[in-house]
T-cell receptor, first 115, second 112 residues
Framework: EPEVTQTPSHQVTQMGQEVILRCVPI?????FYWYRQILGQKVEFLVS????????KSEIFDDQFSVERPDGSNFTLKIRSTKLEDSAMYFC?????????????FGSGTRLTVV | GQNIDQPTEMTATEGAIVQINCTYQ??????LFWYQQHAGEAPTFLSY????GLEEKGRFSSFLSRSKGYSYLLLKELQMKDSASYLC?????????????FGKGTTLSVSS
């Protein structure tokens, strides 16, 4: 069964450092998403990406965040200057169409710890 | 605004039936999803409802009433492996978006 792949699985970084989280969505999917989940809290939407541009973003996705699809397979989330409160599990997801009834396939996540 | 409510925790025994409720208030609506999430893992898709009524898929069923802003997930013949968090999520298309808005999740503990 096709999977969404995320690397690394764990990342520890110092406050103020830049991090890049990587995702390889399912190959025939067109819509890509980043979500985050702070420990013990709900899954929160960050950004959606379609046709090489951001289609929607939440209030969380401020100027510290950016996304990019540098080639035909990777989808990245960059946090420019990490803060302690950025510590969370970051999930990438993809879907074939934005209105699919088969849900979104999530990757296994990157656990980011900011110290 | 957007608000999705579900109970925080539920307990049940193996072989039993459990119903997890979800109520939502969103600006737009284009489908309600249920996901299962084991601790430390990614959410996995369980079900989707966009029209009123019941969708059945094996041991799991999901119901939707759009007029009431209400859904439930019904789990039958519970097994120990069903112990997990169950996430209710709504696709709010009021801004032409496709993102899912999640509730806080219901942690289900199944005991023998």
């Amino acid at each position: 069964e096709p999977e969404v792949t995320q690397t690394p699985s764990h990342q520890v970084t110092q406050m103020g450092q830049e991090v890049i989280l990587r995702c390889v969505p399912i190959s025939n999917h067109l819509y890509f998403y980043w979500y985050r989940q702070i420990l013990g809290q709900k899954v929160e939407f960050l950004v959606s990406f379609y046709n090489n541009e951001i289609s929607e973003k939440s209030e969380i996705f401020d100027d510290q965040f950016s996304v990019e699809r540098p080639d035909g397979s990777n989808f990245t989330l960059k946090i420019r200057s990490t803060k302690l409160e950025d510590s969370a599990m970051y999930f990438c997801a993809s879907s074939e169409r934005g209105t699919t009834n088969y849900g979104y396939t999530f990757g296994s996540g990157t656990r980011l710890t900011v110290v | 605004g957007q608000n999705i409510d579900q109970p925080t925790e539920m307990t049940a025994t193996e072989g039993a039936i459990v119903q997890i409720n979800c109520t939502y208030q969103t600006s737009g609506f284009n489908g309600l999803f249920w996901y299962q999430q084991h601790a430390g893992e990614a959410p996995t898709f369980l079900s989707y409802n966009v029209l009123d009524g019941l969708e059945e898929k094996g041991r799991f069923s999901s119901f939707l009433s759009r007029s009431k802003g209400y859904s439930y997930l019904l789990l039958k013949e519970l097994q120990m492996k069903d112990s997990a968090s169950y996430l209710c999520a709504v696709r709010d298309d009021s801004q032409a978006g496709t993102a899912l808005i999640f509730g806080k999740g219901t942690t289900l503990s199944v005991s023998s």
